[in-house]
């Protein structure tokens, strides 16, 4: 079995989908909080 070195993996990938998930979840709160004040105000 080949010896793994820890820390050697490039990972650029990984942190590139992890920064579009992390951007997409980002804007889908502020989205739903933007609509949730909206409702508020429109119903209040």
Known sequence: MAEHEHGS???KDQEKT???F???TTYTV???LVFLV???VING
């Open 9 to 11: 993996m490039d990972i």
């Open 18 to 20: 992890f920064d579009g």
């Open 22 to 24: 992390m951007k997409f």
């Open 30 to 32: 502020v989205g739903i």
């Open 38 to 40: 909206l409702l508020a």
